[in-house]
């Protein structure tokens, strides 16, 4: 199988890198104006310098402005027998299917970063289009690089992308914060970003046990009177933290939407 990217940047070349490990795709050619070939990568500056050979997927990477002209560049020859998928948050199907003229059958895809070692997860919606084994094939390069989850309606694509898609952030943010207040606390900085990423790891590792309940989770840590329950008055204050994650989930839901209607 052979597949071509349009963009290569941090998403993109996750996305190729991480199917072309897994043996998925046999080559990955890639056009993206700033970057030189990468190793096992063939990249072109153009989609006109791309050798007119046809593709059976075309993974769209560019920023989301840019999408719908990166699309209209396609020629028949490239995607003749291809299926697009578009990770770019917010930009409609419609968009898509309008900007390559109904040429080939298009994806909607919401990955996130952790695809780099295969412990992505990814949102994905597909047009009306697709036939049965695309759908398939498609699940199927996304659930190699993780867990791959179709939604119903393509509106909870923005949902998606506020909890997944960006949800990695938040996450780096948080060990951020609890590396810096080991520091604070008189932990060697090295030390302290080591336990931030062990506890990480092993939090999202009990995580994503069968059945977790992630209330009981904490609660197994939390002893009556005990350190744990003390940190956790702290967050759960008025339910400060709580609050806090529904309107960062909002906001980014929210930008989603606006990029939606090129805002
Ligand atoms: N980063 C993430 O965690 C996620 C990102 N996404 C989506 O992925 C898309 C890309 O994001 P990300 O990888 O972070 O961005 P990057 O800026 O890292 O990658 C985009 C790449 O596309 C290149 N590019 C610009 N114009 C064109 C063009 N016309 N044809 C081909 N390549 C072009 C850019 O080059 P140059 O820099 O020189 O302009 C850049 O190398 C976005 O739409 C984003 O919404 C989705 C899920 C998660
Ligand atoms: O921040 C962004 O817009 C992209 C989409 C999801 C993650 N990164």
Same mark, same amino acid.
């Given at each position: 199988?052979? &597949?071509?990217?349009?963009?290569?940047?941090?998403?993109?070349?996750?996305?190729?890198?991480? @199917?072309?490990?897994? %043996?998925?795709?046999?080559?990955?050619?890639?056009?993206?104006?700033?970057?030189?070939?990468?190793?096992?990568?063939?990249?072109?500056?153009?989609?006109?310098?791309?050798?007119?050979?046809?593709?059976?997927?075309?993974? +769209?990477?560019?920023?989301?402005?840019?999408? $719908?002209? /990166?699309?209209?560049?396609?020629?028949?020859?490239?995607?003749?027998? $291809?299926?697009?998928?578009? +990770?770019?948050? *917010?930009?409609?199907?419609?968009?898509?299917?309008? /900007?390559?003229?109904?040429?080939?059958?298009?994806?909607?895809?919401?990955?996130? #970063?952790?695809?780099? +070692?295969?412990?992505?997860?990814?949102?994905?919606?597909? *047009?009306?289009?697709?036939?049965? $084994?695309?759908?398939?094939?498609?699940?199927?390069?996304?659930? &190699?690089?993780?867990?791959?989850? @179709?939604?119903?309606?393509?509106?909870?694509?923005?949902?998606? #992308?506020?909890?997944?898609?960006? *949800?990695?952030?938040?996450?780096?943010?948080?060990?951020?914060?609890?590396?810096?207040?080991?520091?604070?606390?008189?932990?060697?900085?090295?030390? /302290?970003?080591?336990?931030?990423?062990? #506890? /990480?790891?092993?939090?999202?590792?009990?995580?994503?046990?069968?059945?977790?309940?992630? $209330? &009981?989770?904490?609660? &197994?840590?939390?002893?009556?009177?005990?350190?744990?329950?003390?940190?956790?008055?702290?967050? %759960?204050?008025?339910? #400060?933290?709580?609050?806090?994650?529904?309107?960062?989930?909002?906001?980014?839901?929210?930008?989603?939407?606006?990029?939606?209607?090129?805002?």
């Amino acid at each position: 199988m052979k &597949a071509l990217f349009l963009g290569y940047g941090r998403m993109g070349s996750a996305i190729g890198n991480a @199917w072309r490990e897994a %043996d998925l795709v046999e080559q990955v050619i890639a056009v993206d104006p700033g970057l030189p070939n990468c190793e096992q990568t063939l990249v072109y500056p153009t989609l006109e310098a791309v050798p007119p050979e046809p593709f059976d997927i075309i993974l +769209v990477a560019v920023k989301p402005a840019l999408v $719908a002209s /990166a699309l209209a560049g396609l020629g028949e020859a490239l995607c003749a027998q $291809a299926v697009v998928i578009s +990770v770019a948050a *917010g930009i409609p199907l419609a968009v898509l299917e309008q /900007a390559l003229q109904g040429r080939c059958p298009v994806v909607r895809a919401m990955p996130n #970063t952790p695809v780099l +070692v295969g412990a992505g997860c990814t949102g994905l919606f597909g *047009g009306s289009r697709l036939t049965v $084994a695309q759908h398939q094939l498609v699940g199927r390069l996304f659930a &190699a690089v993780g867990s791959a989850h @179709w939604v119903d309606r393509e509106t909870q694509l923005d949902a998606v #992308t506020a909890l997944s898609g960006s *949800g990695p952030a938040y996450y780096h943010l948080f060990s951020e914060a609890l590396a810096q207040a080991g520091v604070a606390l008189g932990l060697p900085a090295e030390l /302290a970003r080591r336990l931030a990423a062990d #506890t /990480a790891f092993g939090a999202a590792s009990l995580q994503r046990r069968p059945e977790a309940d992630f $209330a &009981a989770l904490r609660l &197994a840590v939390t002893s009556p009177n005990g350190t744990t329950a003390a940190a956790i008055e702290v967050f %759960d204050q008025d339910q #400060t933290l709580r609050a806090l994650v529904l309107r960062a989930a909002t906001a980014a839901a929210v930008r989603s939407q606006e990029l939606s209607r090129g805002e």
